[in-house]
């Protein structure tokens, strides 16, 4: 019996490296949620200012955010946040340590319900649990399955030429249609750009850990700069028309599913995994993007936001 129990401790794929990299995701899951808060407030305050603008926040508006001091707190705050989470991604699987950020939509339902004294109706609690349940249960099943894998010059060209084309269509689309744009489209956006961000900055990482950094690299860091400059945009944009656990409900849901997502299509991270864990990671995903839906209609400030 002794025998069986090493035996099966020796067979579990799990790497200890990723008990630093789940507390480090953790950490930045808090600052995340704190930094939503701060800038809400800062892009509301500038709204409030300035005469109002449809389809987006204009220059003039994202200038005068560098004078509020909120804003500039909360940007402080995700720049910490994302050091965190690339220091997280240097020891862990993508797949196990990016949906974590999902706490910061606890934190953030807490904290925005006592600042702007907007108690959180059931069904908002109900979809809240959706988003962590979901994307709780995708980590637990990726924590036992999910390997780092090399990413090769065919798999990096691939996401690039991915990214490349997400970029031009959100690009052509805000074009066209920004003045029928609501936070859902904005959260979406941010989402998907974000999921990109993250899964360069891995490559990246990997890459210079390598000692291989060329030109190839020198375009994934392009490409992390441009998809990171558009999402922010969009998440100000988020901001002013829907509360900032919405928001962040958005992030933690689209932005891992997006990550994953190219981590097992791409880079194999699961390949080794069971049917069975294929289809949890199914179940999962629509649990938590249900959770998404249910909260941009239930929220108790969204038909607020938008009514306004």
Known sequence: MHLD???????????PRQAIGIPLALIGGVFLSLGAQFQHRGVNKVE???????????????????????????????????VFQLSSLAFAPIIVVQPLGAVALVITSIVNA???????????????ALCVGGIGLFVTVAAFFAVDKPVTDKNLITILIVLAAVLVSFVVAFALLHTQFKAIFYITGAGVLYGFVATLAKVIINRTQNGNFEWLTLTCV???LLAAALGAYFVQNAY?????DLVIAGLTVIDPLVAV???????????????????????????????VILLSRHHPQASVTVSE
């Open 5 to 15: 129990l090493i035996d099966f401790t020796v067979d579990l794929p799990v790497d």
């Open 114 to 128: 006592r600042v702007t004294r907007t108690p959180v109706n059931r069904a908002s609690k109900i979809a809240i």
């Open 261 to 291: 997502g190219i981590g097992i299509v791409v880079l194999g991270e699961i390949a080794q995994a069971p049917a069975w864990a294929g289809v949890a990671f199914a179940f999962a995903g629509a649990i938590a993007i249900w959770g």
């Open 48 to 82: 409030a200012n300035t005469v109002a603008v449809t389809g987006g926040l204009d220059p003039h508006q994202l200038l005068l955010l560098l004078r509020r001091p909120s804003w500039v707190i909360g940007t402080l705050m995700l720049g910490l946040a994302i």
């Open 240 to 244: 002013s028309s829907g509360p900032p």
């Open 222 to 224: 392009a490409g992390l």
